[in-house]
């Protein structure tokens, strides 16, 4: 019962180098997040997915990118990383009632220096 | 103005007492709310969800306000177990269920 995994679980990258995190769910959720988390500034919601083939941006979206190819995993994309990506990035999915709170993934914590 | 606020905090407590956080949210639209616990360097996880006629669960209480767009959070019988982040949590209405994350209130429990 592994519910949502992200990997790699920590990253150092040099500016300008691109690189892809991974999430996977087990739970058949038709609804996966990708928030980072800042310092005194809570999650924010960078792209989110409805379903499988379909991504829509979040609050924000700027310098990252997503794909949906399979139901169970989505990933997110940084083609030239920038250090004001450096961040913990948290991988979310859950079912499509309101009423349900969302299954977190352990985090990807990204440092770009 | 952020669309959730709460106290950062930290609330510095000694085992057994009652502590209180409260949140505001500015969407009026909001249809859900929740409280999340996040320890230190782990994801959140949901701690309970906020009816509006109130809801308990154990040493938790949580409360809704819709007129003044307020929640609040009841700890009783602090446990040194408490000590972590709690994130207030709304979800506005729409075609997703879209989550918008206060920053968090820290509570320390002390022996």
């Known amino acids: 019962n592994a519910g949502v995994t992200q990997t790699p679980k920590f990253r150092v990258l040099k500016t300008g180098q691109s690189m892809t995190l991974l999430c996977a769910q087990d739970?058949?959720?038709?609804?996966m997040y990708w928030y980072r988390q800042d310092p005194g500034m809570g999650l924010r919601l960078i792209h989110y997915s409805v379903g499988e083939g379909t991504t829509a941006k979040g609050e924000v979206p700027d310098g990252y990118n997503v794909s949906r190819l399979k139901k169970q995993n989505f990933l997110l994309g940084l083609e030239s990383a920038a250090p004001s990506q450096t961040s913990v990035y948290f991988c979310a999915s859950n079912d499509m009632t309101h009423l349900a709170g969302y299954t977190f993934g352990s985090g990807t914590r990204l440092t770009v220096v | 103005r952020k669309e959730v606020e709460q106290d950062p905090g930290p609330f510095n407590v000694p085992e057994g007492a009652t502590v209180a956080f409260n949140c505001t949210y500015s969407n009026s639209a909001s249809q859900s709310f929740f409280w999340y616990r996040q320890d230190c360097r782990k994801e959140p996880k949901l701690l309970m969800s906020v009816y509006s006629s109130g809801n308990e669960d154990g040493r938790f209480t949580a409360q809704l306000n819709r007129a003044s767009q307020y929640i609040s959070l009841l700890i009783r019988d602090s446990k040194l177990s408490d000590s972590a982040t709690y994130l207030c949590?709304?979800?506005?209405?729409?075609?997703?269920?879209?989550?918008?994350f206060g920053a968090g209130t820290r509570l320390a429990v002390h022996p």
């Open positions: 949590v709304v979800s506005l209405s729409g075609g997703y269920n879209k989550l918008i």
């Open positions: 739970m058949n959720h038709e609804y």
